[in-house]
Nanobody
């Protein structure tokens, strides 16, 4: 499975960005992307941090507490595309954002099988 992110960039505090991730290929079990897709982020000098996920079978979504009410994750029925709408952005949201896919619903990086190369999001104060 290959993941490619798009939509990162620079925005002022309070602005919005929409990230997208397109998946191609299939897992060894024949799934397009596994049970779930989601987003992590990593700021300079910090560990990768869970941001949001969506599980395909149930449509369940989960978010990092700090982004609840500001970020919205969504996906398509073909389970190959996931978006992250980010509103009311803050400087502390600045990070490289990674799209992930896999057979998990854990908010821990090591459980996710597939990672995109990342896209930079910069929020200026």
């Amino acid at each position: 499975v290959q993941l490619v992110e798009s939509g990162g960039g620079w925005v002022q505090t309070g602005g919005s960005l929409r990230l997208s991730c397109l998946a191609s290929g299939r897992t060894s079990d024949g799934y397009s992307t596994g049970y779930s897709m989601g987003w992590f982020r990593q700021a300079p000098g910090q560990d990768r941090e869970f941001v949001a996920l969506i599980t395909w079978r149930t449509g369940t979504v989960a978010y990092l507490d700090d982004v609840k009410g500001r970020f919205t994750i969504s996906g398509n029925n073909a389970e190959t595309t996931v978006h992250l709408q980010m509103n009311s952005l803050k400087p502390e949201d600045t990070a490289v954002y990674y799209c992930v896919a896999g057979f998990t619903t854990q908010a821990t990086a090591r459980y996710w099988d597939y990672w995109g190369p990342g896209t930079q999001v910069t929020v200026s104060s």
